[in-house]
């Protein structure tokens, strides 16, 4: 169920001079391992310098420019995300590079899964200095498993139930199950999570759970979704939560828009990532959006979440500002 495929953790020697190629569809796996990294350089080296860039914008000059060593540090952790939209001319120097890494770098290459530069990861696994990470994506019946491990992973414990009670409520979104197994584990301290806690948490909220912030934002519902999410976060609601359940939205519509028409709805619905109840709502709300402004729409999420995961000094207005983003995309069309 970890993210990388390591028997240990890894040490400053299998990561300086190296390259770590992590791959795969879990998005929440993937930033810990990239978590992993720098954790593990900057406890060789407190003063570390840290880079991080999309490959969209990679070229030799650039990645030469992140690799080399500054006035304070000569170590070096350097991350190149969304590795599936290398353009075709940095692949050459890209490669070169992981052909002969320098010393005092760690340099780490996520891709987010799919065919698109497939050929180049195979080319980069082929490298001696190369090794990869793989996240595998987890089966539903896997998902209580994995909420009770979070549980853990924060000093808590929870009966098999709870969790199983958890992933009803929460959905099968990794971040957001994450964020409610650490709240709760943090709000209960040394005691046992059972379903009736995670039902006094998550339970009954049907109308103002993250999901029905999305979904009325995803529907033009400026006014509800914003209702929504001031009674959410009113209610102790992690700020998470809300953009891993907009993501979620995003995805299933994106998703749904590009699906092959014809199928039965539970093979669409497989396809599509969501119950085949999910799909009347989805199909309602495809109805306002077009490639382009769905597009926007997931431009929009990425920012809220990257500023809430950057401890944004105001949450709550990040995601007001989110509703009203989503909103005003749909109404535009």
């Not at 860039?53 to 030469?64: R, V, Y």
């Not at 000093?155 to 709870?162: I, K, V, Y």
Request: hydrophobic share 45%; net charge neutral.
């Amino acid at each position: 169920m970890a993210a990388p495929a390591r028997t240990s953790g890894p040490q400053i020697g299998d990561l300086l001079g190296h390259v770590v190629l992590v791959t795969g569809k879990e998005e929440l796996f993937n930033e810990r391992s990239v978590q992993t990294v720098r954790s593990v350089v900057r406890a060789y080296d407190a003063e570390a310098e840290l880079a991080d860039t999309g490959a969209a914008d990679l070229s030799l000059a650039t990645l030469g420019e992140l690799a080399a060593p500054s006035l304070f540090s000569t170590t070096r952790c350097v991350v190149v995300r969304s590795l599936e939209q290398l353009p075709d001319g940095s692949v050459a120097g890209l490669l070169d590079y992981a052909a002969a890494p320098v010393e005092d770098v760690a340099l780490v290459l996520v891709h987010n899964g799919g065919p698109k530069g497939s050929g180049t990861l195979n080319r980069l696994r082929k490298l001696p200095a190369v090794a990869e990470w793989r996240s595998e994506e987890l089966k539903p019946s896997e998902l209580p498993t994995f909420v009770a491990a979070e549980v853990r992973r924060h000093g808590g414990r929870m009966e098999p139930d709870a969790a199983a009670q958890l992933v009803q409520a929460i959905g099968q979104d990794l971040r957001a199950l994450a964020a409610a197994a650490d709240q709760l584990a943090h709000d209960f301290p040394g005691e046992p999570l059972t379903a009736e806690k995670v039902q006094r948490y998550f339970g009954g909220r049907a109308e103002a759970k993250s999901f029905a912030v999305a979904d009325a934002a995803f529907a033009g519902q400026r006014q509800r979704a914003l209702e929504e999410l001031r009674w959410t976060l009113d209610n102790g609601t992690a700020a998470v939560l809300v953009t891993s359940a907009f993501a979620g939205s995003a995805r299933g519509l994106a998703r749904l828009s590009g699906a092959s028409r014809g199928q039965r709805d539970a093979d669409l619905a497989r396809d599509v990532g969501v119950p085949p109840w999910k799909l009347r709502s989805l199909r309602e709300q495809l109805r306002g959006w077009s490639p382009e402004g769905l597009a926007a729409a997931v431009r929009a999420v990425a920012r809220a979440d990257a500023d809430i995961k950057g401890a944004a000094s105001d949450p709550a207005y990040t995601l007001e500002r989110l509703v009203l983003s989503i909103a005003g995309l749909r109404e535009r069309r």
